[in-house]
């Protein structure tokens, strides 16, 4: 059995190249959330960002050897499923589908859902969806930027690294992307501040 | 610092990434401008809110199904010979570059040296004529000096009517030659 603290992502990644079917378990195990909820802020469909996360963890099942160690793993992993979300997002572009807004199904599973009131509960998803559908405005380059800055909490050099580009540039992106949330979601806050 | 270079720096200066002087202009443009104040305020709480956003979490059957594709998807096989110059360079280049590189400077090679003209090519050997009549211009006959080179000494086949080129050596060395026995009957 692995010890969840005692290997590093690399460390890990080593492991499985090395056969050791144990560690991409343990990997799977800390990346599945992360890339869920970066994939699903990308594309704005929870179905649709499973299936890609499932694409990605595939992907590193069988392409474990294509890793190098000159980056870090959480660097190759968000690019797979960086890639694999603007494919998802070119095929839609292409058959032309206007998806939906799917949110708020009775499948969502919220982390902190179980001690909020209803009318909180109905607040928190109003302003979630306004979040979300605010995110889905943004060009893909300030969208992806921020989603790894503010919501994965990465930091710029490994967004650098991901997106492959360079630091000013990835600061520059976050800095327009955040002014152009915040002047999305100007009206939200307001509402919010009169109920109060 | 004017509204423009503070919107600029808004996230710079959320993260503590500007210098004490930018810091003091900053500040004192935003004590002074609400709009800015506003801005400012607004990209603040937007990154408080996105941090503290609900996460979702995969759905209980994503083990299984992760499973069940990892089963079924065959693993893909490495090249030897590509995992062999995995990392490394050859002449400076990546491997595939630089294969690529040799084989198209060898293609040229060949190219160029199938291209030279060579005297056993057999086209060549089918024109010359079996039976050349030598046609002799100057004042020395053949017989005069046999192993010399003479440069005015022009073999003409006769038996060779196909080319063009060899048409027009005929035509210029009579022209010639009936030139240079006038000379020589003026001379006379």
């Known amino acids: ?196 | 610092m004017n509204c423009y270079e503070v919107r600029d720096i808004i996230s710079s200066y959320i993260e503590n990434e500007l210098s004490i002087q930018s810091i003091n202009q900053f500040d004192e443009h935003v004590n002074n401008c609400k709009n800015c104040d506003g801005t400012y305020l607004g990209v603040l709480s937007l990154i408080t809110t996105l941090r503290s956003s609900p996460r979702i979490t995969v759905s209980n059957r994503f083990n299984s199904k992760l499973q069940e594709r990892i089963n079924n998807v065959s693993i893909k096989t490495i090249n030897p010979i590509s995992h062999l110059f995995r990392d490394k360079l050859v002449f400076g280049f990546e491997p595939k570059y630089a294969f690529v590189s040799i084989i198209a400077v060898v293609a040229i090679i060949f190219l160029m040296v199938g291209l030279l003209p060579t005297n056993e090519n057999p086209s060549l050997e089918t024109s010359i004529p079996t039976e050349i009549t030598p046609v002799f211009t100057g004042s020395s006959s053949p017989n005069d000096n046999p192993g010399m080179y003479n440069p005015d000494v022009n073999l003409v086949s006769e038996t060779d009517g196909d080319s063009v080129k060899t048409t027009e050596n005929k035509k210029g060395t009579v022209s010639d030659f009936e030139g240079r026995i006038k000379l020589v009957k003026d001379r006379r």
Do not use: C
């Open chain 1, 1 to 196: 059995m692995i010890d969840k603290h005692k290997y590093s992502d690399e460390e890990l990644i080593y492991r499985f190249q090395q056969g050791d079917e144990v560690a991409y378990i343990e990997l799977v195990n800390r990346y599945r959330n992360r890339l869920i909820n970066f994939v699903y802020r990308y594309i704005g469909d929870r179905n649709d960002a499973e299936d890609i996360v499932q694409d990605t963890l595939v992907k590193l099942y069988t392409h474990k050897h294509f890793y190098r160690n000159i980056a870090k793993f959480s660097t190759w992993i968000y690019t797979i499923a960086s890639n694999l979300a603007k494919t998802e997002l070119r095929k839609r572009k292409r058959r032309k589908v206007t998806v939906l807004s799917k949110m708020g199904g009775e499948d969502r599973e919220f982390d902190p859902a179980s001690e909020i009131t209803a009318d909180e509960f109905a607040e928190g998803r109003h302003t979630e969806r306004e979040i979300q559908n605010a995110i889905q405005s943004l060009p893909l380059h300030f969208r992806t930027a921020v989603i790894l800055r503010d919501i994965q909490e990465l930091s710029y050099e490994e967004i650098s690294n991901i997106l492959d580009v360079p630091l000013g540039t990835v600061k520059s992106r976050i800095n327009r992307a955040r002014l152009q949330l915040q002047e999305e979601l100007k009206h939200v806050k307001q509402k919010g501040r009169k109920r109060i």
